[in-house]
Each structure stands twice: as structure tokens, then as C-alpha cells.
């Protein structure tokens, strides 16, 4: 008997040999130039400037002879610029949440929709995810693609699906007690917000939830974060990586075996290459991601710069997929600070806070004056309760760790769990006051 589940692990799909993948692969980029020169007069004209014409790309090597698309592409041609389907062919308008300027606005046509839903459904297959799970969806509801999305994919495998949106833990924890929770979809900033009230309430999740997977994305996070995720809620917490202008959540998902993210190959088309000169880097190399789609209808977009850093892995997943996987996004090309000389990521300081112990669940970047850096850190209720004079030994451990991490030093102010606020959406991890 077929169970709506096992529709969603195609073995046809997820394990072509290479091979066949790529062929599907030219023959979809190829499709895709088509259609684009027929109905998008901006990449016509980009791919005149180019001189290449959609019957020059014989091959899949000749990807890198067409033009990028940039994040500022999609907001000149705000709003209907990109679009490949006459408008009423329009079905969904979905929005990126808007965290490096103004909203990119994304149609989606019906095919589309189905596609969106079909990727993430498949990724959340890849984890062990059933139609007998119950699905908590922790994302916020509206324009940003991270809800929807993977609402209409738990509901494709026949989940009971909860659109809890974001916020409100109170709530969550009564929807997960009275319904038995198996499954969340959540940011890893309030996925640490909600370990820390589970904690502060008593809350054992091993004992009293049925929790047993997040999905957790939206934002970049490290391993030591992954870890302490699983530790507070009592669940295995796979990265999931999505974006708006490719599909929302189900780009590039974790499988069980949680090493790198499976990145769907027969839908996108994925490159590194350097960021500051364009060039591709050698497989394997850590650069920034740049995607083509390979099914889209109403906006096909042709190797966007998505600005995320990673690396290509290149060697075959025990699971039997297929389909190449990434590395943790490690953080975005425009997240890179500068501070006095030095350049680093968020994500660094991240690494190194989490794996101090007695380290709480959040912190934040503070930059001003000149270039003065100080990092609050939020102790956890233990680090709080076990060091209640020798603060200054966590203090300097956080402050060497951090200078041999990113080789200057920062002051460090410890402030007790919950201190520092915490937004609904995305993560602000820097905040950048200088006069520089
Ligand atoms: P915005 O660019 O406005 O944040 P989106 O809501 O489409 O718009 O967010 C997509 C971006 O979120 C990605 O380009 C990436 O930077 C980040 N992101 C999504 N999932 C992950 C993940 N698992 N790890 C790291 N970063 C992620
Ligand atoms: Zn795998």
C-alpha cells in the first residue's frame, strides 16, 4: 500500500546517476534560456550584451558564459520586470523578508507553487518525516516565503500541519503538549529563545513533549548552536536552506545522515565562485553560491548571486542521493565587518561563544564609536547560578577565544539569560552605530 509519505521519496528523482542528472539538467537550462529570451526583454537584452544566444549553451560548462542576476536586478525591475507568464498566469506573490534593503518581490505561477511545496516535501522526507508527524510551523505567516512554503509541503505528506507562526511560547508549548508535536520549523534565534523557556519553566522536552525533528533555517547558524538546539529541545535539528528568489525553504536540506544539505540538482543549477571577482572557484572551494533555476515558470532567474557563503561537497551521501550537497552556510558575502582592520563574520563569534560553557543562548554584536566592538553575551541559568563571583575567568576565556578566533579584541559584557531582545523574524546579530 502507498502512503502519502513514500510519494515524496522518489527514488527515480533523488538518485539519478550523474549522469542522467545532467543531461536533465542541460536540457532544463536549456528550456530555461529559451524561455527567458522569449519573454523577459532584461535578460534578452543582458544576454545580447553577453552575445550569447539561447542555442550557443551546448553544454553545461557554457553556464558560466551568461550573464549574473544580482539581488539589485531584482530591485530595478521591481515589480513585475522579471515576470515570465502574463499575469493572470500569476498565482502567488511571495516577498524576501527584506534584511539587506528594500523586498524583491517573487511570482510564483501554479506549477510553481506545486514545485515549491513538492522540494520541501521531499526534504522533509529526507529526514524521516511522515504523514503520521504532527507539524508545528514556529515561522512567521505572511509575504516571506518560510511559512507558506513549508505549510503546503507538510500538508502534501499528509502531516497534521499547526500554523503556529512565530512568538508567543505560552501558546507553542500548549499547541505541542494538547497535540502531540512531533515536528517544528523554526529559526535558530528563537529556537534557542523557546530551549531557554522550556528551561526556565521546568519544561523537560525528553520527558513531557513527543518533539523529535526541527527544521531549522531562515538565518545562518553554527554547529555549537545545532547543538545546543537539540540539547534544549530534545529533538534532532536538520539546517534547511532556502531563499525567496529560488523557491523559499527546500533549496538544500539536511538527509538523516546530517552532513551537508542535499541541494535539489534537477531544480537548480549551483556554482561557487569568488565573490569579489566573479570567477569560479575549483569544486570543493568555499566562495559564494550562485543558483539558476531549472523549473521555474513565471520567474526564471539566471545565476543569482545569493551572496551566501559555502562550499560545494562533492563526494556521493551515504543515504544514496544523488544530488551534491553544501556545506553550512557559514554567513552572507554583505555580512563580512570590518573592524579595525581585521575582517570577520558574525558566525565566528558565534563559534566560538557557543562552545564556551556557561554561555546562555544569545548575543550581540555592538560597534561604535570609532570602532569600538563590544560583545554582550547572555550567561545560561547555569553559567548564572555556578559562577557567581568568578566572572572575570568566563569573561577572559570569552575574550582570548574571540581574539585568536578573529584577532582583535573585543570587550565582553555578560548579562543574565533574557537580557537581550529578541526579534520575531530574523536574528540582529550586529549592530553597527559607528562614525566611521
Ligand atoms: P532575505 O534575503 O531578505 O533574508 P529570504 O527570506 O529569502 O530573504 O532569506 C534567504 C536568506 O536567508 C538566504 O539567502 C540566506 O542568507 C539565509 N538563510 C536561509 N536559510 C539558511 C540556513 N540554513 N543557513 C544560513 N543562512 C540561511
Ligand atoms: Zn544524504
Redesign the pocket.
Known sequence: MSSPDRAYWKPAEETLPRPALEALQLDRLRQTLARVWEKVPFYRHKLDEAKVSPDAVRGLADLRRLPFTT?ADLRETYPAGLLAVPPDEALRLHT?????GK??AIFFSRQDVDNSAELCARSFVATGMGRQDVFQNMMTYGL???ALVTHYAAEKIGCLVIPAGPGNSDRQLLLMRDFRTTAIHITPSFALYFADFLEKHGVDPRQELALQRAF??????TEATRRKIEAGLGVRAF???????MN??GVAFECQEQQG?HLWEDHFLMEIIDPGSGEPLPLGARGELVLTTLVREAMPILRYR???ITSIMDAPCACGRTHRRIQ??TG?ADDMLIVRGVNFYPQQVERILMAIEGVGRNYVICLEGLDEMTVKVELSEAGMSDRPEPMYALQDEIVSGLRAEILTKPKVELVPPGALPVSEG?ARRVIDNRKL
Open positions: 539581488g524576501s523578508s527584506g534584511t539587506t523586498p524583491k516571506f516565503t518560510g531549522v533555517g531562515a538565518e545562518p547558524y539546517n534547511s536552506y532556502g531563499l525567496s528568489e523559499g525553504p544539505m545569493t551572496r551566501d553550512r552556510i552572507r530574523k
